[in-house]
């Protein structure tokens, strides 16, 4: 990365300056080549005003958002339904059904989907229960 | 009736799950090895580490993956039958091989893909982007994958994620069409797909919260009605000077003012779980389309849908539906895998419909990847419906009820599936030997 290719909002950098990959969103010239650059996590999503230097550039690796369309087709299908798949779990309050042959009543499903489950969800991450477990309804969103 | 169905429709079943689990373990190095008399139903090796380090995940929340696991199903039934590891979403398996594939596939969403497609006789571009409605105490309430499809002259239109299951990918042609760099839609995504989205969830959780706001309130102006009580009995004791009843007293108004605090907060909690707002929208990945170079050779022109022949099949279909009293929504736009969904609304039953029309009494029907997928997927409420001389008298032939059960043919170089049909006899011929024509196999 040379001093004179400032960095640009929506690239990527990776080096062992972070601890996951970070988006700019923000880039702001601090004199000759010292750069203050708002970057959020990829992972975390936390938002870092960082203070960069041309010697921290040379630590990094800049990618562009420009797309090249050279990644791996299948791959990529494969990670949209993997994403696809986790925000359904999470989300999705028709999912429980996805778990079983089984279909309830009318009345059966609005009592879990309207009542019990998403209260369960909004009160705890997906991956803080087994899925049979969801089904439940948490003590402590039923709390006054 | 229509909750039911709708939850029918949407149901991710056991046989997309194992087919998940069994395309990615390749990339997990994980031996996944079908259990043959069993459907859906695998004999997995040894766990590998590349998995069992998601466990150390921050956000990881599940009991820690085992070394091995024993036999495993996606299917409840047949795994509780045959006392099997059911493997599912939030799985400890399931979920370390979810989280490796979106690790592995996030260089390819930097990238972009090239597909070609069958449907498309220009290039195009499609964004997937992926938007949060979070409430006022930082919970993401909802999340949803959106697919925005940009055509070279500047059409735009919202599509199904899953719309990539017809496309073929193709390493990048020489030089990018235009559309890969034409700008992000992204008014186009605010007005059509994230401001519906975040009405909807809207919609959903005030209905929510007004339920428990409404709780919460009845029950704390009880308990602060009790509290009151206890103070007045309280305070009429220390009139009298009985022992100890200046502590009751103090011990009462602090239980009413903690009451009062807790309400208060309770209600400011309500307040910020109605209000949303959209978070992280951000474009995951663009993969470009191309039109498939094989699509104007004459075997495969021959196998090609004509848009108007479908236009009158759909009708016939629907004309038919409607008159057998089901209640019938024609979603094709959605490339969901099927054209029509129908209810009964007195059985309750759904039909997941794929239609198709044929100009005259013979010739081929053509699945796409994603119908097949679909077909094979949805074995219980999946029809074929065939409309035939759709040039003359268009005659919907008897409905094909799980036609995945049929031998379909691969057309090769397309990857598409054909079935010929013969609608001279009746009922209606479905032959799946080879016809004389196409390079299938």
Redesign the interface.
Known sequence: MSVEQPLREGQ?LTGPLFNE?MRIETVRANGLDTWVVGLVGLQS?QFRRVTLTSADLKALTV?D?T??????????????????????????P??G?????V??L?HQ??AVY??LL??RR?A????????WR?WLPSSS?SK? | MERKAQAQERRVVPETLARFIREAAGYASLALKPVSRLLHTFEPGRTPQVLQRYERDPDWRLPALVTKYPRLSTDRAIAEEHNLEWVTPGHPLFEAIRRHILDLAQESFKQGVCFYSLAHEAPARIDFYRARAVDGLGRVVHERLFAVELEEEGKVHLREPALLGNFTPVDIANALPVVAHLPEITDYLHEYALRPFLEEVRNERLAEVERVAEHVELSLTELLHKADEEIGRAAAEVEKGAQGAEGRLARAEARHAELLSRRERRRQEMAQQRALTLQGVERLASVLVLPHPERETPEVRRLRPNFETEAIAMRVAMEYEQAQGRQVYDVHEKNLGYDLTSLDLSSGALRLIEVKGIGAETGTVLLTPNERRVAEDRRDCYWLYVVTHCNTEPQLQEPIQDPARFEWHEVTQVKHYYLSVNALTQPMEVRESRPPYGKAN
Do not use: H
């Not at chain 1, 791996?72 to 494969?78: F, K, Q, T």
């Not at chain 1, 059904?97 to 042959?101: C, D, E, K, P």
């Not at chain 1, 705890?124 to 899925?131: C, E, I, K, T, V």
């Open positions: 990527l990959p999503e990618f958002s797309s090249t369309y050279e990644g791996d087709g299948s791959l990529l299908r494969l990670g949209l339904q993997a994403y696809a798949l986790g925000t359904a779990y999470e989300f999705d028709y999912f059904l996805s778990i079983s042959r279909d309830p009318p499903l609005e309207d009542y998403k209260w909004s705890s991450g997906p991956s803080a229960r087994m899925p969801g969103t006054c």
